[in-house]
């Protein structure tokens, strides 16, 4: 069957790469010049199954009030924002079903690593999440207990224990009253998987649009006619596939808005800083979650990478200062002798975030219209399962997680597509 992605991020790659497999005809088109140029260019780099638990947990308006009226807050709502939406009682079924997905994934991720040999600055030693508060930490035991018995090794450490798997940690160890250390968690560059995994897919004969922009889908009698995009000279062209895949990340609202599919997706901007490594600097090898800022930090090859923070502010990708300046500082509180802060390439991306901080996957109420999108804070981790489940509701297969995909009818049951109107529709 032929069949157009939209959007060459990890996810829209990810489901060209599933679909090239199952012997699907695939064009991925996008608007930059090469994958991963927008919320999938630098991120935190963690593949985290033990961070499937989003950061609207119950100790997320804490944090807020904590924080208020700060432009550094590691959580912070805009006036416009719909507070009301990220602090309605997150079920348990969510982190579950968040859960279960994002193990699915890492074994993808794995099993993809096995058949391609593909590289992208990866490393397997884990992740170490750090707590400096007692309630936090607290909250973390009775998580990590729910997680061991769902099959995860994830262990409770003393400070001195997360020293020991950290050594990096001995500047700063006095403020950590706990850790939880999931040893089979990874971290890697997700820019550079995508790009690889790209050239992978035009290997098996994926088709690439870069440069070209998405402007409408025009419906008939239940199904998706075609796709109507601007090429690379700005002139209208129309696109036809037995087959639409919707992955643009925050932006798939907006193209599906206009044929009547509202989807509850909003962008929640983030931050991160890249401070390139020279031999003798003491950064840390292991990929660490911290908790009290709610950042995380991955070192990619020679690269150090520190990310975080959530604003919910529509589209704006304004670079804000205090909100970068926020990210280093607490960085060299960590590392004080981990590279040359002057060095710190920083970059700003919007998360394609949901209520729910699960992503619609599946088929949407056009027979030939599928979504792989909302992937939030996790699209990194959940991307390989993502794109090989997509493709198998593509195929007409059940994927193999349990999991509530759009369009299937599982244990996990979900909201429906039309739940929550979209602020900018
Ligand atoms: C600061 C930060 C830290 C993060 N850390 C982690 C982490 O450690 N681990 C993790 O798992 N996840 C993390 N994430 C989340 C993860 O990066 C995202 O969930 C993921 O990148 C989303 O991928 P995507 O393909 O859906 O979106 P994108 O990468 O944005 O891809 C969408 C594509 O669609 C294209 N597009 C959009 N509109 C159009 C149009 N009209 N026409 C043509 N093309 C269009 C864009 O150019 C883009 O290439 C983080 C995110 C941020 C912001």
């Known amino acids: 069957m032929r069949v157009i992605v939209l959007g060459a991020g990890v996810i829209g790659t990810t489901s060209a790469w599933y679909l090239a497999q199952s ?35 119950p100790t997320a308006p804490l944090t807020i009030l904590k924080w208020f009226g700060r ?29 279960t997905l994002a ?8 099993q993809l690593r096995r058949d391609t040999g593909i590289r992208y600055d990866f ?19 009775k998580q990590a207990e729910l997680l061991r018995a769902r099959g995860l090794d994830i262990e409770i450490k003393t400070p001195e224990g997360c020293l ?8 700063s160890i006095a403020r950590v009253v706990g850790g ?51 090429d690379e000279k700005g002139i209208e062209e129309s696109l036809r596939a037995e087959a639409y895949v919707v992955a643009l990340g925050s932006y798939s609202p907006l193209l599906l808005a206009p044929v009547g599919v509202s989807v509850p997706v909003y962008p929640v901007k983030g931050y991160s800083v890249t401070l390139p490594l020279e031999p003798g600097d003491e950064a840390p090898y292991t990929s660490l979650t911290d908790h009290a800022r709610k950042i995380v930090i991955s070192r990619l090859g020679d690269r150090l990478r520190v990310a975080g923070t959530a604003e919910l502010n529509g589209y704006d990708t304004e670079m804000n200062e205090p909100r970068c300046a926020a990210l280093v500082k ?96």
């Open 23 to 57: 012997g699907h005809e695939v064009m991925v088109v996008d608007r930059q010049a090469e994958p991963a140029l927008e919320t999938s260019f630098a991120n935190g780099g963690q593949i985290s199954v033990s961070h499937s638990e989003p950061w609207a947990n």
């Open 71 to 99: 432009e550094d807050a590691p959580l912070l709502f805009r006036p416009r924002a719909e507070l009301a939406q990220w602090l309605w009682g997150l079920p348990r079924r969510n982190t579950d079903s968040a859960f």
């Open 103 to 110: 193990l699915y994934s890492r074994e993808q991720l794995r």
């Open 123 to 141: 490393d397997t030693r884990g992740i170490l999440h750090l707590y400096e508060d007692g309630d936090e930490f607290e909250h973390a035991r």
């Open 164 to 171: 020991v798997i950290e050594p990096a940690l001995k500047h």
């Open 180 to 230: 939880a250390y999931a040893a089979s968690d990874e971290c890697g560059d997700a820019q550079v998987f995508t790009r690889a995994l790209s050239d992978l897919c035009a290997a098996q004969g994926v088709s690439f649009r870069f440069n070209v922009s998405v402007k409408r889908l025009e419906a008939a009698r239940g199904a998706i006619e075609r796709v109507v995009i601007d």
């Open 330 to 425: 607490r960085c060299f509180e960590w590392f004080p002798n981990a590279g040359r802060p002057e060095r710190a390439q920083f970059w700003t991306g919007l998360r394609p975030a949901t209520p729910s901080n699960l992503p619609l996957i599946g088929r949407s109420k056009y027979s030939n219209l599928f979504l792989n999108t909302g992937h939030g804070t996790l699209g990194w981790t959940l991307a390989c399962g993502s794109g090989r489940a997509l493709a198998d509701i593509v195929s007409g297969r059940k994927p193999e997680p349990e999991f509530g995909f759009l369009g299937f009818e599982t244990k996990t049951k979900r909201a429906t597509l039309s739940v929550t109107p979209h602020p900018t529709a």
